[in-house]
């Protein structure tokens, strides 16, 4: 009879309570600037802002939108749809395609969770967008983060928003108790609350073999569901953190769907990740991209012009600063 390993915990006791990340940094992220910065290519930028400026104040936008919604996609939703998964789907509307699904496991079990690769100017950007677990889907979102070896949690949700649960609080809730789960020890050994979200440093150890893999769980919580952040300046450098401190496979990004503010966020990410390598974008073709592998990213009309305004103000604010 095999014995199990003893769990062991990994890194400094001291690391508890200090700063993760100062305002400063924080507002240094926020300034997303391209590396090289020529007058060809101050004129390109100038170009682009006239160019979403004009999208946004003439109405393209809507035609835009409504030209994503009418698209044709490959609709094969049978995972979901299997009657034992059923009760894993926190909306029976919104279901991971077959193609795109994330298997668990070597038997390939069900979750609500979906891959997507984004293409932007030969570069290739990795995710899992997935919905906010359930209590009893919770086990099976720590195996999928720990399967895929992802090291950033992006959460843009409250548990509780007017009174209507959007997501289980599937986390320790203090630094003393860790959660006890199916597969794995889940320790809290670091937070720290910011203005428009909060930190939180877990350790994942698997009971099985006594590994240890650090994760970053990042939750916005200033963003009321199917509609924008108050502050886009918030969002922004909410973005930009989450892009520093991905290390190691897909960044994990829900919301209670995860195809609404997970979709705004996905699509930002990319346009920033553009702008700093002097790369041209093309919103509507990343949200295109989106959709197709994961059915409604980006719910609404006023979600993705939201997209544009961000753009726009990172864009007018580098012109500024110049």
């Keep these: 009879m095999t014995s199990v390993p003893k769990v062991k915990r990994k890194g400094p006791e001291s690391s508890k309570g200090m700063e993760i990340v100062s305002e400063r940094e924080l507002a240094q992220l926020a300034l997303v600037r391209p590396l090289i910065f020529s007058i060809h290519e101050q004129s390109t930028i100038k170009n682009y802002f006239k160019m979403l400026e004009k999208k946004v104040s003439e109405y393209e936008i809507t ?40 298997p668990l496991g070597e038997n390939k079990y069900y979750i609500n969770a979906s891959y997507i690769k984004i293409v932007n100017s030969g570069e290739e950007y990795y995710y899992i967008a997935t919905q906010g677990p359930l209590p009893t889907t919770t086990n099976d979102f720590w195996q999928m983060v720990l399967e895929n070896n992802s090291n950033v949690i992006v959460m843009i949700t409250r548990e509780v928003e007017g009174g209507v649960i959007k997501c289980h609080h599937y986390w320790p809730v203090s630094m003393k108790k860790p959660s006890e789960l199916k597969n794995c020890h889940i320790f809290l050994e670091n937070y720290q609350i910011l203005q428009y979200f909060i930190i939180r440093i877990f350790q994942v150890v698997k009971k099985s073999t006594g590994a240890s893999h650090f994760v970053k769980h990042l ?35 829900h919301c209670s769907a995860g195809v609404g503010r997970t979709g705004v966020f996905l699509c930002v990410d990319v346009v920033f990740c553009a702008i700093e390598k002097n790369f041209s974008f093309n919103i509507m073709n990343i949200v295109g991209q989106m959709r197709e592998q994961r059915y409604g990213m980006i719910q609404t009309k006023k979600q993705y012009i939201f997209c544009y305004k961000i753009v726009l103000e990172v864009l007018q604010k580098f012109l500024t600063l110049k």
């Design 63 to 102: 035609q835009e939108f409504m030209a994503l919604e009418l698209k044709n996609l490959p609709a094969v939703f049978h995972s979901g749809n299997e009657l034992h998964d059923r009760d894993k789907n926190r909306y029976r509307d919104i279901l991971p395609y077959d193609s795109t699904r994330v």
């Design 219 to 253: 939750q916005f919580t200033k963003w009321p569901d199917h509609g924008t952040p108050a502050s886009a300046e918030g969002f922004i450098k909410y973005v930009r953190y989450v892009r520093k401190s991905h290390l190691t496979g897909p960044i994990i990004v």
